[in-house]
Structures are given as C-alpha cells and as structure tokens.
C-alpha cells in the first residue's frame, strides 16, 4: 500500500525551528517529485515547497522562502522540511505528497494525514 | 504568481441535483507544446487531507465516481457533481501547476440544500 507519514510536528515559540520529516513506503520514492502544502486553522489550502525526484530542483512558496528548505534522501524513503524563524502565521497542518507521474509539474495524488505545527509563545 | 479564483464560496444543493463550481486562473494554465490544462481538483473532507480528483482539468483519477466531470481550458474551469449524494459533502479546491509557486484557489464548500 502506498503511504505517507508525517512526523516533527509539534509546539514552538516565534523564531524558533523545527524539522518535519515524511516517511514514505510503497513506492519507488525517488521516481516522484515530493510537495509539503499546509492549512491552517479553518482556513484553505496553502502550497509551500516542491522538489524534484532527484532533489536537483526545489521551489518555494514566497511566504517561506528563505526560512524553509526541502530537502529528502531516497536511500531512506525521506522527505524533510527545515524550518526556521518560524511565525505565528507558520501555524498549520503541513501535510506531505506524492506527486502523480514523476513530473516536477503536478497534481499530488497521495497525501500523508498531516502534521501539526503550532507557533505561539 | 497565478491566482487562482474559485466561485461560489459555498453552495448548497439537494441531493440528486447538479452542482457546478468555477474556477478562474488570472493566466492562462494551458501549455500550448503539449495542449494541456495544468489545473487539478481535490476534494477535502472534514479531518481528513485532500483527495485528488482531476488532473489536466479533466483526466479523472482513478476511482472517482463518474458523477464527478472537469471541463475548461485556458483561464476557466468548471467541476461539475452530476446527481449529489451525502458522500460529496466536502470542501472543493481548484490548482494549477501551470508555474510556481503553485497556487490553490480558496475552495467551494458543498452542503446538502
């Protein structure tokens, strides 16, 4: 079965850092480019960060471009999102998903059940 | 960065009837070397992450019920729910990945009227 699980989430005052991690099984990982997109609380969905299925080629959202990188390593099926001076506004669920064909272009197919992040002091 | 517009908000239907959501891109998401629509559609219920619906505006993913259809090209997209059934109570989001960032729009929530 094709999964995806999130793991990292958690509490954090203003500034401060956190390391998401998505574990992946099921699928050939390093075929596929990998997507983090968040929601916060009642609110729609915001897409943050891609990278290629080589991990050659990364984008950002403008709202955490310089503070989040993306990173994965496809010796352990692992995707990762670093991020740091982290806002209030940073308040989500960070969700992590498959893309659907292998192109860095995609729609995301398969999403993990998503982790809480919280940013308050 | 493309914006992406998604009318109504919200919308309440009776079940069996028709439901109809836009979706409008402030560029034109189709790519004229492979004449494709770079626009998805996900359906979120409550709890839950998204779920793929549609992608090259109008390729269902596979297990979508047939009731559900995407239409559109260029900058005007529509999803269309044929006969509502409790089960599409859900919030509907449009994206493109035309270009980054990828953007959704804000989404159409679908309540039983």
């Known amino acids: 079965e094709v999964q995806l699980l999130e793991s990292g989430g958690g509490l954090v005052q203003p500034g401060g850092s956190l390391r998401l991690s998505c574990a992946a099984s099921?699928?050939?990982?390093?075929?596929?480019?990998m997507t983090w997109v968040r929601q916060a609380p009642g609110k729609g969905l915001e897409w943050v960060s891609v990278?290629?299925?080589?991990?050659?080629?990364?984008d950002y959202a403008d709202s955490v471009k310089g503070r989040f990188t993306i990173s994965r390593d496809n010796s352990r099926n692992t995707l990762n999102l670093q991020m740091n001076s982290l806002r209030v506004e940073d308040t989500a669920v960070y969700y992590c998903?498959?893309?659907?064909?292998?192109?860095?272009?995609?729609?995301?197919?398969?999403w993990g059940p998503g982790a809480v992040v919280t940013v308050a002091s | 960065d493309i914006v992406m517009t998604q009318s109504p908000d919200s919308l309440a239907v009776s079940l069996g009837e028709r439901a109809t959501i836009n979706c409008k891109s402030s560029?034109?998401?189709?790519?004229?070397?492979?004449?494709?629509?770079?626009l998805g559609w996900y359906q979120q219920k409550p709890g839950q992450p998204p779920k793929l619906l549609f992608y090259?505006?109008?390729t269902r993913e596979s297990g979508v019920p047939d009731r559900f259809s995407g239409s559109g090209s260029g900058t005007d997209f529509t999803l269309t729910i044929s006969s509502l059934q409790a089960e599409d109570v859900a919030v509907y989001y449009c994206?493109?990945?035309?270009?980054?960032?990828?953007?959704f729009g804000q989404g159409t929530k679908v309540e039983i009227k």
């Open positions: 998903a498959k893309g659907l064909s292998g192109n860095y272009y995609d729609v995301c197919d398969i």
């Open positions: 099921g699928f050939t990982f390093g075929k596929y480019a």
């Open positions: 990278i290629s299925d080589s991990g050659g080629a990364t």
């Open positions: 560029r034109s998401v189709l790519y004229s070397s492979n004449n494709k629509n770079y």
């Open positions: 090259w505006a109008s």
């Open positions: 994206q493109q990945y035309y270009s980054t960032p990828q953007t």
